[in-house]
């Protein structure tokens, strides 16, 4: 066994043939049988037909809405982390998605952390009715708005996007954490001003250029990354070398089955 002081997770589980419900319950409970930290399901609501760059992938592409997923992962595993990487947030109503937060810390014991991003497919964007130029300034505003739902005790917002008073929403999330996604400068300034951690992908040398972008961390603040290489002993000491707390194993970008990719993987899970 190769010790780490780093946690390792698993993302994109909810894609394809490996989120139909059986194979998720099977995936997911060897994930945490194998001592992986966390479980990490993507975004989509719509893609664009024909596929056209900067698309993931093909339209007919099974993605199952993360929040369900997690929810149903929830349900069949007891300790591994839950985390959305990421939701695109400008096309959710902040109001909804709050609930939905706090309902699943609940529900999963409070191992669920909300992973966020501005979003970048404009014909998706356009499909749900969201302004693409609009997107950086709701990620903003509907982050505050949700802080207000979760923390004040008479929670009120008025902004150019949302606005609300007189209302209260319960449950409250007991621990809830954000995590922004995204390499552009607003998005490390929404991760330092408005959350708890990022999210990124990339190689070493990718994540070496972001942090040397990056503003100045507070505290307590935790960087996750997807990682685009083969994980070995002297990768992990790269990533760790520069302040990643957690490294998320995307299956699909590496050669072998999903099952074939968890079993390797956790080789450097202390």
Do not use: C
Not at 35 to 44: F, K, V
Not at 133 to 156: F, I, K, N
Not at 174 to 181: A, D, I, T, W
């Amino acid at each position: 066994m190769v010790w780490t002081g780093m946690d390792i997770g698993v993302q994109g589980l909810n894609i394809g043939d490996a989120a139909r419900p059986d194979e998720t319950r099977r995936l997911a409970q060897l994930a945490e049988s194998l001592g992986y930290h966390s479980w990490w399901a993507s975004d989509h609501v719509v893609l664009p037909s024909p596929r056209v760059d900067p698309s993931p992938s093909e339209p007919d592409t099974v993605i199952v809405d993360p929040l369900a997923h997690l929810g149903y992962v929830a349900a069949v595993t007891s300790r591994i982390e839950l985390a959305t990487g990421i939701v695109i947030l400008p096309q959710r109503n902040p109001l909804v998605l709050a609930k939905q937060v706090a309902s699943l810390d609940l529900l999963s014991g409070g191992r669920f952390t909300l992973g966020v991003g501005a979003g970048y497919l404009e014909p998706e964007m356009t499909a749900v009715g969201v302004p693409f130029d609009d997107r950086g300034a709701r990620t903003d505003e509907y982050l505050d708005a949700m802080d207000q739902l979760w923390h004040a005790p008479s929670p009120s917002f008025a902004g150019k996007f949302v606005s609300f008073s007189g209302v209260d929403a319960h449950p409250r999330p007991s621990n809830v954490r954000v995590v922004v996604g995204g390499h552009s400068a607003a998005a490390f300034r929404r991760a330092v001003t408005r959350a708890q951690g990022w999210f990124g992908i990339g190689t070493p040398d990718d994540i070496r250029g972001h942090l040397a972008r990056f503003p100045e961390r507070p505290a307590g603040f935790r960087i996750s990354v997807s990682a685009l290489v083969p994980l070995s002993a002297p990768v992990i000491r790269e990533y760790e070398d520069l302040g990643v707390d957690e490294l998320v194993v995307y299956p699909e970008a590496f050669e072998g089955s999903v099952d074939e990719v968890l079993r390797r993987n956790a080789e450097f899970i202390a």
